[in-house]
């Protein structure tokens, strides 16, 4: 994963030490969320145990501990809880625009497609395989992600 940091002010180096964080600073990850934190050598550090704050790309802020976002009791988008829900028989299958298509017996993950005849996640376009799930990732996928039909 190849991360930019973008400190709050200028970042400050230890000299003769591996080059580490330090201060506070943003990391914009290539899938359009951050992490802000303060950095001490490197760790970050603060009162929740991760110790930042992460944002998703939509501008979700994670919570930590009771987590209320698209849970069993609670199962909408993000959008939908600052927008309002679409009226029955518009309900979204994703958060924003049309679901990606999906060859037939395989479920999306959200970052592509999993096909449990060869345990792949692979790529929308179907060109890159992205991930070999453990079991339990497998499980969960079959259990709780949109099906191709």
């Known amino acids: 994963c190849v991360c930019v940091c973008v400190p709050a002010r200028a970042p400050s180096f230890i000299p003769d ?18 992490f802000s934190a303060k950095w001490v050598h490197g760790k970050a550090i603060g009162n929740t145990p991760s110790a930042g704050a992460y944002t998703f790309k939509d501008g979700l802020k994670l919570e930590e501990g009771d987590w209320t976002y698209c849970d069993e009791d609670d199962r909408r988008f993000y959008s939908e809880h600052l927008n309002g829900v679409e009226p029955a028989g518009r309900s979204r299958k994703v958060d924003q625009g049309e679901p990606p298509a999906i060859p037939p017996g395989t479920y999306d993950t959200g970052d592509g497609f999993y096909d449990p005849q060869n345990n792949e996640v692979k790529s929308y376009d179907g060109t890159t395989v992205l991930r070999s799930p453990d079991e339990q990732e497998a499980s969960w996928i079959i259990t709780s992600c949109r099906v191709g039909l």
């Open 17 to 34: 030490q591996p080059i580490r964080f330090h201060g506070e600073g943003t990391l914009h990850f290539p899938w359009g969320a951050t």
